[in-house]
């Protein structure tokens, strides 16, 4: 039923993290599906980086793919998977990293809701709208 899953998460999530990748190796399990994890790193923090050097902004994103490859090998059952990292707005980064795999399921958790979730919308609620793939929300 899928066949490559997009994982989008945050590294420096916890327990969040542990339980969002609990699921997807049970999805992988189920369906024999591709996972890739992804972190979105906003603008805003590259831009930080590049003030100092190009390296720096290198530097950043091995860091936060290492991290991700680091996570991946603490669950059984996701420790095969690719690790992405983008930049950019948050929902944006998901999407395109969903299309650059061909990911027929895009994999993330929301928090529960909050005031501010009603003014200015979640990033699970807006990958949700604009995906052209299955999304599955884990709440929080």
């Known amino acids: ?8 998460i945050d590294p420096d999530a916890g ?3 542990t339980k969002l990748l609990a699921v997807a190796a049970e999805l992988r399990r189920t369906f024999g599906s591709a996972l890739t994890l992804a972190t979105v790193m906003p603008d805003w923090s590259v831009m930080l980086r590049a003030q100092r050097s190009p390296v720096a902004v290198r530097q950043f994103f091995e860091i936060a793919e290492a991290r991700l490859a680091a996570l991946a090998h603490s669950v059984a059952g996701v420790d095969e998977a690719q690790c992405r990292v983008e930049s950019g707005f948050v929902y944006r980064g998901i ?3 969903a299309a650059s795999v061909s990911a027929d399921l895009i994999l993330l958790s929301s ?18 709208r604009q995906s052209s793939c299955s999304v599955f929300v884990i709440r929080d």
Do not use: D, H, K, Y
């Not at 039923?1 to 989008?8: D, K, W, Y």
């Not at 919308?121 to 949700?128: C, D, H, K, L």
């Open 1 to 8: 039923m899928f066949s490559s899953i997009l994982v989008a």
């Open 111 to 128: 928090p529960a809701p909050r005031w501010q979730n009603g003014l200015f919308g979640t990033t699970a609620s807006r990958v949700a």
């Open 15 to 17: 327990a969040e993290a």
């Open 95 to 97: 999407l395109n990293a």
